[in-house]
DNA sequence: ATTACAATGTTATAATATAACAATAAAAGA
DNA sequence: TCTTTTATTGTTATATTATAACATTGTAAT
């Protein structure tokens, strides 16, 4: 399982470093720019990181930004159940880890009495700052 | 309001034929070459009728395959508020008209006692073909 | 040591999306 | 009507996001 996975490699750690020391979601080329000074230089370098860092779930992209944050909730790292909410003002980001939403969606059956374990749940609204 | 528009535009009607004829999402250049026999050959004559198709709730985008998809729920036309399966395998999806489902999500609040009206939201699995 | 697998470095290119601006068309107000 | 405003269109160019392909190097197990 890619979840039991312990050491990370060089360029894996240099792209989670930054990625955990912005309050907000980044992009993969502000991500690009900002790890150039060490060492990695193209695309390919920080994609490969960042598919991997999203498989171990150390980051979460959000997908109606194509962004990447780094996970602040333990539990998720292993179920590949997200949800955040987006200040659609201000683009702030929160992961929400609400173990009662969670047991929500992985017990939710669609029409056909199909279950799903993974999803990706995006919440928009204005935040209090921007309220 | 923009859902009380009533008449759609030349461009925006071929589009949005195009992708209600499609049982699965589109991609914008998918759409782009299907259409250009009806005279539209620029991306931006594809992605202004998107944009006005999401806004009006004609058709949702499914963030996580950057491809967009017919609305056949006729109660979240107005709401904003969204939810799919989605097959990782052979990639179906399906628009999820649950009004329990849309209940529980709208009325859900974060630790801030946050409420959201608008939301996304993309489950994943295999579907019964797939399973 | 040999083998397998994961990660790296590199160049090029694919795929997705928007900026900017001139021209038309449609709708609303006088 | 006519005139003003707003939405839509056509067009070219470019920005942004992401992957293909391939040679090389590092790591870990046998
Ligand atoms: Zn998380
Ligand atoms: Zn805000
Ligand atoms: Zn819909
Ligand atoms: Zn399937």
Redesign the pocket.
Known sequence: MAQKKK?L????KIVLDIIEKSAQPM???SILFNVQKK???????V???L??LVEIGKIHKIESR?AFIACRNSACTITNATAFSICESCEDVKEISSSKLSKYLSNFQDKEGMKFNKYNLEFFGLCKKCK
């Open positions: 050491y490699s060089k360029n894996q992009k993969a080329y060492g990695l230089k193209a695309p390919p370098q994609y490969r990181a598919d991997k194509n």
